[in-house]
């Protein structure tokens, strides 16, 4: 199993609803970071949380990390077709003494328009 | 402005070629990342470097080399390639510190490879 769990592993919503993807960790994420890629493209970056209990907004998507910082939630509000595309979260779990990013398994976001 | 240029957005390649995927940044970043992605699985570390002839294996590092001999350039190799090597390759580079604020990674836009 992976270190970082993503769910749901697919998502098909509707244009104009909200949905949440979750991130979890059995470890203490040192930095949680969140990605999206368009299908067969490099990932572009979304946003990056580091507190305990720290949220970030852009647009209408708002990450938050947890106190414990072991999940992290990534809700989109009112979904539009442009934010279709596969949602990684990454973070290192602090495994090595180097700087080493672990990913989640994705999320597969579609919307319906 | 693009800062992780990946050499070849397709390769196809045979059994058994030793292949090269090269890797540049010009953010003069010291760490390096080489991942490969596959439906299901997500992104797996297959190496990274956090200097210049330095590296460490990721997750899966089995069948699969790799070269710092400069810092801006970060190549992946695979000794002798087989058709379950075939994926998505993405390679990542990232400033120093990576447990301090504001420090991202920025990605390549991926080599697709295909071994046949």
């Known amino acids: 199993s992976q270190e970082l769990e993503q769910s749901p592993q697919s998502l098909i919503v509707q244009e104009g609803k909200n949905l949440t993807i979750n991130c979890t960790s059995s470890k203490t994420l040192y930095g949680l970071y969140w990605y999206k890629q368009k299908y067969g493209e490099g990932l572009i970056f979304l946003m990056m949380l580091q507190k305990g209990g720290e949220e970030k907004s852009h647009e209408k998507i708002t990450a938050k990390l947890d106190e414990k910082k072991q999940q992290s939630s990534l809700h989109i509000t009112a979904s539009q077709p442009s934010h279709a595309g596969i949602y990684l979260c990454?973070?290192?779990?602090?495994?090595?003494?180097?700087?080493?990013?672990?990913f989640g398994g994705g999320t597969r976001l579609m919307v319906k328009p | 402005d693009v800062k992780v240029t990946q050499s070849s957005r397709y390769l196809v390649k045979r059994t058994g070629e030793k292949v090269f995927l090269e890797c540049v940044q010009d953010m003069d970043h010291e760490n390096m990342f080489w991942y490969r992605q596959d439906p299901g699985l997500g992104l797996r570390l297959i190496y990274f470097?956090?200097?210049?002839?330095?590296?460490e294996k990721g997750d899966i590092p089995e069948g699969y080399s790799v070269s710092r001999e400069k810092k801006e350039r970060f190549s992946l190799i695979l000794e002798s390639a087989s058709t379950n090597q075939t994926s998505m390759y993405l390679c990542?580079?990232?400033?120093?510190?990576?447990?301090?604020?504001?420090?991202?990674?920025?990605f390549g836009q991926g080599t697709r490879l295909t071994v046949v």
């Open positions: 990454g973070a290192d779990l602090g495994n090595n003494a180097g700087n080493m990013l672990t």
């Open positions: 990542a580079s990232m400033g120093p510190g990576f447990r301090a604020i504001n420090t991202e990674a920025f």
């Open positions: 470097s956090y200097d210049v002839k330095m590296k």
